[in-house]
């Protein structure tokens, strides 16, 4: 059986978990998105395969509203989680990794704006992904460093969350979010 091999740890006040993120059963699944909004591959793909039609529908709305530019990186939007466990899917845009321009600002917006539109929507569990270390390329050890310090630094300001899960899909994701969230 697969989950015989998935693992997980609770860190401080930080759960991590190796699986998938369309699976989890909280209030709010985060989005590793584009800023189109309209869907793509990894994790996007997955939770709109998984999710169904209603969450393109209202990415669609947004982009005919609100949106008509797009999300812009670092922002957050919430909309349905459609046939997931999850009541909503928070989007983000992560940034492109850069080995020239630190980014990171960026990186930590997006964990930042998520929890604040997730705070905002009532929800008191959240899930994220390894938000830009796939087809965005960030390397996995630095966007943990990033993730976990911001992370924790706004959940002072979100006292109503009161659970949030990292959810890696792989053991190397894994074991690398764990040894920063030990160092945190
Ligand atoms: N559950 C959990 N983690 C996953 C899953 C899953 N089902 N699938 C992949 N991962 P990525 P990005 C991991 O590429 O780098 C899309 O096309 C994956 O191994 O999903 O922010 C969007 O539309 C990696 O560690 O997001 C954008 O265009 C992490 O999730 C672009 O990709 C993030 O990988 C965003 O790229």
Redesign the pocket.
């Known amino acids: 059986r697969r989950s015989a091999r998935l693992k997980n740890a609770h860190v401080g006040h930080l759960e991590l978990v190796m ?4 699976e989890q059963d909280v209030d709010v699944v985060v989005n ?3 800023s189109s909004l309209l ?8 939770i709109h395969r998984k999710g169904g039609p209603d969450i393109l529908a209202a990415c669609r709305a947004l982009r005919a509203g609100h949106y008509g530019r797009g999300l812009k990186t670092g922002q957050a939007v919430a909309t349905t989680a459609g046939r997931l466990a999850a009541r909503w899917v928070v989007h983000t845009v ?1 940034p492109v990794w850069s080995a020239t321009h630190d980014r990171s600002e960026l990186l930590a917006d997006c964990y930042r704006n998520s929890l604040h539109v997730a705070a905002g929507l009532g929800a008191h569990t959240v899930a994220f ?10 390397p ?1 050890e630095s966007a943990a460093t990033v993730a976990v310090a911001t992370i924790a630094e706004t959940r002072k300001q979100t006292p109503d969350i009161t659970s949030v899960r990292l ?4 053991k190397r ?1 894994f074991d690398a979010y764990e040894v920063a969230a030990a160092g945190q």
């Open positions: 699986g998938d993120i369309t590793a998105a584009n869907g793509g591959g990894g994790v996007d793909g997955a992560g992904p390894a938000i830009s270390t796939g087809i965005y390329r960030w996995v959810v890696l899909f792989d994701a």
